[in-house]
């Protein structure tokens, strides 16, 4: 039943973002239409956190029970146990992920070609294995429902602050800019972005001005400006010009396979403290 439910989130999910940001032909990359391609993006990798940690925080303290209950009577292994849930777990969230893909990206971006949807597969399923393992270290570490659901939201929040849209992060104070780099949101979202808007001819219409030209209406009738003159300047906005779309595909895989070894050592430090009886 959870994983039903997980698909129909998941695809009804994708169905309302593809339809909510779906526009015209070409205008994705129109001045009107590239900060929705941007906020797609944001939205698409916010979701894929919350959906993935939500969902281990909610079922596997309950699980870790019924293997510790295992684990007094001799029967399981932490490395048989950890290695089979993981494996479960994924096998899963291709499908469910290929099915996001399909349906989210079509649907909102217009002549999306056939390498672009391979790079959003790929950065969406590293950013699902990411995130589940971020909720395997949390659900494992508390052992209990409540409290890993509890803390979905304060660890979820400056994953996406820190994402670089709605906070630059060179503004960001050097005691809290370390946070920045354990964002899964902030790979995603750049690894999106740079893949998107790859090789797109941006440059300003001359029914608007440039920044810092004639009068600044944000876009408004009457006071039109030319927010992004070329592709840099969108990677800028949400500072995306930092790596290649290499690098954030390997911290993406990096961080899912550094999380995922954290959780089997808290596992293991967990299990060597039950006491046969």
Known sequence: KMSLARCFVGVGTGLVIGLAFRGPKGREFAQGGITDTLGLMLTSAIFLLITNFFQVAFTLPGELQVFFRERLAGVNRVSTYYVAHVVQSFAFLLVWTLAFCLVTFPLALNGLTLRQL????????????????????????????????????????????????????????????????????????????????????????????????????????????????????????????????????????????????????????????????
Not at 120 to 125: D, I, Q, S, Y
Not at 128 to 141: K, P, Q, R
Not at 150 to 161: F, R, Y
Not at 195 to 223: R, T, V
Request: contains cysteine; hydrophobic residues 50%.
């Open 118 to 277: 391979a790079v959003f597969f790929l950065t969406v399923t590293l950013s699902n294995i990411a995130s589940t393992a971020l909720g395997y270290v949390v659900a494992i570490s508390t052992r209990n429902e409540a409290v890993a659901l509890a803390l979905v939201p304060p660890i979820s929040l400056p994953m996406a602050l820190f994402a670089g849209f709605l906070v630059e992060l060179n503004t960001v104070p050097p005691f809290l800019a370390w946070l920045q780099h354990l964002s899964i949101v902030k790979y995603t979202l750049h690894a999106l972005v740079l893949e998107a808007f790859a090789g797109q001819d941006i440059h300003c219409p001359p029914s608007l001005s440039h920044p810092g030209e004639g009068s600044d209406g944000g876009g408004l009738p009457g006071g039109a400006r030319c927010v992004y003159p070329s592709t840099p300047s969108v990677l800028r906005r949400c500072s995306a010009d930092q790596h290649t779309l290499e690098e954030n595909l390997i911290m993406l895989a990096g961080l899912g396979i550094g999380l995922l070894l954290l959780g089997y050592l808290v596992l293991a430090r967990q299990a060597m403290t039950v006491k046969v009886r």
